[in-house]
């Protein structure tokens, strides 16, 4: 991002990502802005790029979901269109939250929830396995989550 960001702007992103439902109203007396000034900031910010959506954080362990996994994936090629290939195929399997191409010992990382263990094998069985180009794929599951957020030091 070329535009650069004054101490309002700061603020505003700190707020929003603290609370994304926070009022118009609430943010632009929390900031010092008047409600049209700011509304008009948030718009700018949303253009230029530096807000990409607004979500809500879901818990999944409440919704039936009570087993996490990050899998390290190897492909068997690493072509640019096998690689395509497998990053679309993931992006249509639900139950990954994250696809991350890596360095190191393994191509990708994914972030999957799964019922349980059972549900787990099914997704690998009848999703990723059929997956094209994959060579290998190494399951590690998470015992507990020490830290989750998606909050930008700003």
Do not use: W
């Amino acid at each position: 991002m070329k535009e650069r960001l004054d101490e309002a702007d700061l603020k505003i992103l700190r707020l929003l990502q603290e609370d994304g439902r926070i009022t118009n109203a609430d943010l632009a007396r929390q900031v010092g802005l008047s409600p049209p000034s700011m509304l008009q900031r948030v718009r700018k910010l949303e253009e230029s790029g530096f807000i990409e959506n607004y979500t809500t954080r879901l818990n999944h362990g409440a919704l039936g979901y009570g087993l996490m996994v990050v899998a390290m994936v190897s492909l068997s090629l690493h072509q640019e269109k096998p690689i395509e290939q497998f990053v679309d195929a993931v992006r249509s399997i639900p139950e990954v939250l994250e696809c991350l191409n890596v360095s190191g010992d393994c191509d990708f990382l994914l972030k999957i929830i799964a019922k349980d263990m059972a549900d787990y094998e099914r997704i690998v069985r009848e999703k990723l396995s059929r997956v094209k180009g994959i060579g290998k794929i190494n399951s590690c599951f998470v015992l507990g989550v020490n830290k989750n957020t998606s909050a930008i030091p700003l």
